[in-house]
């Protein structure tokens, strides 16, 4: 029970999660399409999480530099994380690895900054 309590003491971060979906779109006259992608509002706001320090890898390139960023998040056990879904944290953009239970006690997942939808728009 402490190492709970400890953990929780832990979880000193606040992030919002969108999950990533499929929707069917009207386009009038009967026809309608499938799009996919992020909704405008979260569908998690401020789950309490501990965010470690961000990884930074930048490998030259012609013409431009190719950098990679990723982040390990501990979420407590229960939270609705999934492959793919996007992560704002302080303002910025991840997309989610694969999530994975650790020992029935808490998720960890790895976060990925990705260059062009990083900062700004959500």
């Not at 026809?31 to 320090?53: A, F, M, Q, R």
């Not at 793919?84 to 944290?89: A, H, L, R």
């Not at 690895?97 to 959500?122: A, F």
Request: hydrophobic share 30%; net charge neutral.
């Amino acid at each position: 029970m402490n190492s709970l309590k400890s953990f929780e003491r832990l979880l000193n971060n606040k992030c919002d999660i969108y999950h990533y979906e499929k929707k069917s779109i009207s386009k009038g006259y009967g026809l309608s399409s499938v799009e996919d992608g992020y909704p405008d509002i979260p569908n998690l706001v401020n789950v309490k999480c501990h965010v470690h320090l961000e990884t930074i890898n930048v490998a030259q390139s012609e013409p431009y530099q190719n950098v990679t960023a990723r982040r390990k998040v501990d979420f407590p056990l229960g939270t609705d994380i999934r492959l793919n879904d996007k992560v704002i944290f302080e303002g910025v953009a991840y997309y989610a690895e694969v999530p994975y239970t650790v020992r029935n006690h808490h998720i960890v997942v790895y976060l990925q900054r990705k260059d062009k939808d990083s900062y700004g728009e959500h």
